[in-house]
Each structure stands twice: as structure tokens, then as C-alpha cells.
């Protein structure tokens, strides 16, 4: 949502610690207050100096702001809806993953993200006892790199198989260009670019109904908007979007649905008074729509999340909404529309509950870690060094593949499988053998399109953050 006029909120800090607002154009900013951003130039009265850029020209902050003054205040939900799929939203826009963009995800990190989920989807055709058709519909695809890293492992891995193999990559928000091609198709009650509804593609065939194979995702329902709850004495609050003079500001009231006080109400009483988070009402229709299109097989959903109690937790207790612009974590959703992302932490045990009442069994939760390691990354991260390759390639390799791990970071990340019709026990990752592993081609970078990260210092450079005019532009 770029806008070409923009207005200022800034705040004046004295000495005793008051605030003071201002508001003006962004173009009287400096002459006005006849201030220099830079530090060491502020008014000798103040301590300290914050400032915001609101941009108010944009189509879909215009139709955010209509809607607020014709309806009144609207919940969060609708607000992150529009910031970022509206036409001029965020992933509408931007080109969001990779150096460039604003963060990276699994299959940037290394292809071995998915030659792995490959090996997994290969593994799930063996234990289905080799149907003729195998289809992999994967969520959520981006820009499509999982959807090529899988496609070209899997010819590594039989003739049997590819022939089998059909693979559809489907996204509400297709980026302009993609490593595979990615089917714009809006999921779980949302609106593709063009229009389409929900359950309806906006070009190529339809959703596949009924299918035999897997359900894959990567970071798809951080990304789906959420309402947000504040706990104020026992009673749990939804936080709506109003408008105060130009700013949006949050309001709180009776919650939207009642989805919100059933996941919440049994953790208020543990929960701090001002707890602040997060309720994804779009789960449960997402596993509607799993369940319309696979009969039987596997459900792989990997993101970032905590089951319901740790979710709510007081350690939690600013919620998990997180902005992302430049590779900088934020957490001000009224900033930046429209070019930065928002993301909330996954809760699994709705995910888990509601995979259950359409009909799939629980298989596994465990960790990008667990599971990675399951497949035969150790192995993998092993054999760099007797590969043959240069020492700048074996550590480049190594760099993004244990990236794929870090405790702290991907590693930690969960891993809900879901299955239906499918063999009990052991298939998942997991019966992974040594011996098997070192059969199969190790996934290099240079063998892959060139889209994925190629040093694990890369996304912390200063060449990728933000500059101060890049933070106080326009865009
Ligand atoms: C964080 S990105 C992850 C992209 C990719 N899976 C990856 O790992 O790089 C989330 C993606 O989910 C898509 N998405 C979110 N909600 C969706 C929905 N309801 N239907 C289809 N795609 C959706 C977004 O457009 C975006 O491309």
C-alpha cells in the first residue's frame, strides 16, 4: 500500500518522561521542527525523539479506513486481511523471501529442505503400496522453490515414482516470478489477486477432490490472519482496529466469534492481567478444505507454533503478531501497510483438533529438527566432506543445511503429520536408515536453481538492512 502522502506522529520525550504527539506532513517534517533525525540533534528539552510515517493514499488503506468509518472499528482479522492480500497489500506486492525480500523460509535456506520432504512424499508412496497416481498438493507455495527442490529430487529417486508423481503447488498471492509454476488458488475463505473465491481457482483446473498422496505446507498458517485478545481481569477481550484522528489505534470489546473464548477461556484464569494474543479462526476451514481434497494419505504441516498451553502462557504474554520488513522483526502492525509482513505464531492444537474432526489420525508433532535429522540430514551434512567439492562449497553447503536445524531457529520450528487410510506406525521420516541415505544423490546448491541462500551470513549483512532513509521513505 504505498502512499504518495504521508503524515507524521512524533512523539517528544521530555526530560520528566511526558510525551507529547505531533502530527504533520511528512513534507513540513524537518522545516517545521527544524529537526535533524540524526542523534545528538534533538530539542535540548527532549530526551528522546520517536517518529512514524503513516502513508494514507493507498487504495487499501483508503478502503481500511472507509470501512472503519462506515462500520465503526473492525477486528484485526479483517485489518491483516486487507494489509496484506488486498490488490496493493503486502504479498500482492513485494517480493517478500530470499536476500532481497523481507526473511527466508526453509527451502531458501538449502535445497536439501526439499529433497528431503522428497524423500518423505517417496517414502509415503512406498508405505500406500505404490498407487499408479500420487498427488502432492502443497499450501501455500510462495514462490514455488519447495515445489521445484521436491519435483527435481524426486527424479532422482525411480522412474516408478515420477511417473506417478503429480504435483500441484497452489497460492492465494503468486509472486511475479516463481522457480515452479505456482497456481494462484485462495484457500481457507480468502480472495486470490484476480478475484476468485475461496475453493475456486483462478486459472488452471479445479482444487483436486478425493485425491491418494500428501498435503504439504510450509509457513502457510502463520501467514493467515488472525484476531487478537487481550485478557482484561477474567474475561477475555477482542481487540478490534479503530481510527484516532489519522492513526489506527486498537479498541477492545466483546469478542467476533465465539472460536475465540473457546481456544482462550480455559487459560484466563493463569493468564496475567493486559495478557495479550492471538486466535486463527481460518484453521478449521483450512482442514475442511485438506479433507475435501485428500481421501487418503499424508498431512505435513510445518511452521512456527506451540501447542494451546504454551501459546497462552504467561511467558507469552505480549502475544506473538510479528512484523517483518528487511530481514527486521517488528512488532507495530500499523506501520509500513502494505510492505511489511505479519506473521503470528502457529497454535498446533487446533491444527491437531482440527485435522481430527475431519477425519485424519494424529502421526507425529515433533521438530524441523527431529524430522530433518529422521530423514538423513546428519548423514547428508556428513558426506560434504569426502564429496569432493572445494572448501567454500563444502561450507556453503554446510552453512544453509544446519541452518535448516538451529535449535534456536528453523530447527525449533513444528511439525504436525496428519494421516487417513494410511499404514499404522513408522513410515514418517523417520524410519530412517543410514545405509538407505547414502544410496541417494547428495543435494548440492550449485545442482539447484539458484534461488536459495548462499551463505548463512548472508540475511544478517548490513547490505540487507534497512538504511535510514529506506526506513523513513515513502515506501
Ligand atoms: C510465509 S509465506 C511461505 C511461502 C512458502 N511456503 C515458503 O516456504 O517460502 C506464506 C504463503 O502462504 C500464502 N497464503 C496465505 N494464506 C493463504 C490462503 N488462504 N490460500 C492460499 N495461500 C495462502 C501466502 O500468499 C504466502 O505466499
Redesign the pocket.
Known sequence: MAGSEVRCALSLVNHKGLTHDIWCAKKDLFSRFQLDPHPGSLPPSARELRVSLVPVTSVGEKSIRHAISERGPITFAEFMEAALYDPDGY?SRRSR?GAEGDYF????AHPAFGALLAVQVWRSWQALGRPREFTVVE?????G??ASDITAYARRLGPEFVASLRYLA????VPPATAYPVMS??????RAEGGAQSGEAETGPPLPAGVTGCVI????L???PVHRFVIAGTQVRELFVALDGERFVETPGAPSSPEIEERVGPFVAALPDGFRGEVNT?IRPWAEQVSHVLARGFVLTFDYGHDRAALYSPERSAGTLRTYYRHTLGQDPFRRLGDQDMTAHVDFTAVDESMISVGFNRLAYSTQREVLGGLGLDDMVERLRSAGLSQADVDANRAGMLELVKPEGMGGFKVAVHGRGVPAGGIFGLAGKAGEMEELPLPLLQDFKPRHRISAAAHTSAASLPTWEELFSDR
Open positions: 504479498y523471501t523460509t526453509a527451502p531458501h499450501m501455500g507455495a510462495g514462490d522453490l519447495l497452489l497460492d492465494r498471492a488458488f485462495p484457500l481457507a475463505g480468502g505446507s510450509n509457513e502457510l502463520d501467514a493467515m481460518g
